[in-house]
């Protein structure tokens, strides 16, 4: 079966940056779309960003377009995403999610069927 574990999560100044990473075990992880989303309390959970299978295509949503970075080493299983100039509104739990048995990016939360228990970040003004 499929797991994946978030970690990176804290607290942080507005203006500052997290990496979060994502460990992935279970499958063959080269072959799987990943993604992040947040969940706000009182909101629903959103996209955040994807990846494609070999790295060499992202997708973000505008909110994060220019702050955030995801990337992934298939050497090591893990998916990563860059945090830069963070402000009070990307306050969420994050998670990390894969594609099944597809590699191509999604942004619909439909398409993963796999997810993380989330990490939390909190970004102070």
């Known amino acids: 079966q499929v797991q994946l574990v978030e970690s990176g999560g804290g607290l942080v100044q507005a203006g500052g940056a997290l990496r979060l990473s994502c460990a992935f075990s279970?499958?063959?992880?080269?072959?799987?779309?990943m993604g992040w989303f947040r969940q706000a309390p009182g909101k629903e959970r959103e996209f955040v960003a994807a990846?494609?299978?070999?790295?060499?295509?992202?997708y973000y949503t505008d909110s994060v377009k220019g702050r955030f970075t995801i990337s992934r080493d298939n050497a090591k299983n893990t998916v990563y995403l860059q945090m830069n100039s963070l402000q009070p509104e990307d306050t969420a739990v994050y998670y990390c999610?894969?594609?099944?048995?597809?590699?191509?990016?999604?942004?619909?939360?439909?398409?993963?069927?796999?997810w993380g228990q989330g990490t939390q970040v909190t970004v102070s003004s």
């Open positions: 279970g499958r063959t992880f080269s072959s799987y779309a």
């Open positions: 990846i494609n299978w070999s790295g060499g295509r992202s």
């Open positions: 999610a894969s594609r099944r048995e597809l590699g191509t990016v999604s942004m619909n939360r439909d398409d993963y069927g796999y």
